[in-house]
C-alpha cells in the first residue's frame, strides 16, 4: 500500500495568505465527514474531540473519509493527555491540531514539541498509518509531514490571556482562537460572551495575532433566533478586525436550531401547544 503522507490543504492556503474556511463535527461516524464534503464548501474540518465521545478507530475512520475529497482535517483535543492524543490523531491521518484550555504558556510548549518531530520535539517513530505503517517510518517525508501540520492554540484561560504575547512569540504557533465561553467564566461572568470585558479580549487577541502574524480564527454558530442577518452582521464584525479564518457551524448546534425552528412551525400549525 502507498502511505498517505498528503498534501495538507490547509497548510497550503495559509502560505499563500488566503482566506481558509472550516466547520466543526462532534460526530464520529465517518458519514458526517462525507456529507460536508459533498457540500464542496469547507477547506478542512474540526473533529471536537473534547466534546463527545471517540475511540482510536474513530479518528482513523474520520481521516480516510476526509481523504475522499479535498479536505485537511484538525483534531481540538483536551489539554490532557495532549501528549498522546496529538501524536496518535497525526498518525491515525490528522493533519492539523487545536489545543484548548491551556493556562500556562510551559502547556502551550510541551504541546508544540508533542506535535514536531524529533531533534526539536518528540514526535518519532510510531509505525502509523499515516505512513504506511511501515514504509515511510521515520523518514524524512513524514519529518517534514509532521513540520507542516498547522498548530491553532485557543485563549480562553485568563492566566493564558495574561501571557498572550509570550504565546504569539512562539514560532509553532500557527493559529489563534479566542474563546469566549471559557474566558468569561475565568474572569466571573459565565455565561456574558458579549460583557465588554469578554469583547475587549477577544479584539485584541485578534489585532495582536495579526501584529504578530499569526492567524486569528474566529468561530461562527449557527442560531435560528438570529437567522442569517445575524450571521452576516457577526460575520462582518470580525471581517471589519482582519479576520479571514473561520471555523462555521456545528453539527450538534445545526440539528438543535433546525428542530426548535421547524418543530416549532409544526406544532405551531398542528395546535400542539
Known amino acids: 500500500m502507498a502511505p498517505i503522507l498528503r498534501r495538507n490543504k490547509l ?8 482566506p481558509t474556511l472550516g466547520t466543526h463535527i462532534h460526530s464520529s461516524w ?10 464542496e464548501m469547507m477547506d478542512y474540518v474540526e473533529f471536537s474531540s473534547v466534546y463527545a465521545p471517540f475511540d482510536l478507530y474513530a479518528l482513523e475512520n ?8 479535498d479536505m485537511s482535517t484538525m483534531i481540538k483535543i483536551d489539554p490532557v493527555p495532549n501528549y498522546f492524543l496529538a501524536q496518535r490523531a497525526i498518525g491515525a491521518g490528522f493533519q492539523n491540531v487545536m ?4 493556562r500556562t504558556t510551559e502547556e502551550v510548549q510541551g504541546a508544540l514539541k508533542a506535535v514536531r518531530p ?11 498509518r499515516i505512513e504506511g505503517y511501515s514504509i515511510e517510518n521515520g523518514s524524512k517525508k513524514f519529518v517534514q509531514y509532521a513540520k507542516d501540520v498547522v498548530i491553532a492554540v485557543m485563549i480562553e ?10 504565546v504569539l512569540n512562539m514560532t509553532d504557533v500557527d493559529m489563534i482562537q479566542f474563546g469566549p465561553c471559557d474566558y468569561a467564566m475565568s474572569i466571573g461572568v459565565a455565561g456574558e460572551f ?24 474566529a468561530e461562527l454558530g449557527s442560531n435560528y433566533t438570529t437567522g442569517q442577518a445575524g450571521f452576516e452582521k457577526t460575520l462582518k464584525r470580525y471581517s471589519d478586525l482582519g479576520v479571514v479564518d473561520y471555523c462555521i457551524g456545528f453539527d450538534v448546534s445545526i440539528l438543535l436550531d433546525w428542530m426548535r425552528a421547524y418543530g416549532g412551525l409544526t406544532r405551531k400549525m398542528l395546535k400542539m401547544d
Open 11 to 18: 497548510r497550503e492556503l495559509l502560505k499563500q495568505g488566503k
Open 30 to 39: 465517518p458519514g458526517i465527514m462525507e456529507v460536508v464534503g459533498n457540500s
Open 194 to 217: 458579549s460583557n465588554p470585558k469578554v469583547r475587549e479580549a477577544e479584539e485584541h487577541t485578534i489585532k495582536l495575532s495579526l501584529k504578530y502574524d499569526k492567524h486569528p480564527r
Open 99 to 102: 489545543f484548548a484550555d491551556f
Open 157 to 166: 484561560k485568563k492566566p493564558l490571556y495574561d501571557k498572550l504575547e509570550e
Open 118 to 128: 524529533e531533534p526539536e520535539g518528540m514526535n518519532g517513530c510510531w509505525m502509523h
Open 62 to 69: 474520520l481521516a480516510r473519509a476526509s481523504e475522499l475529497y
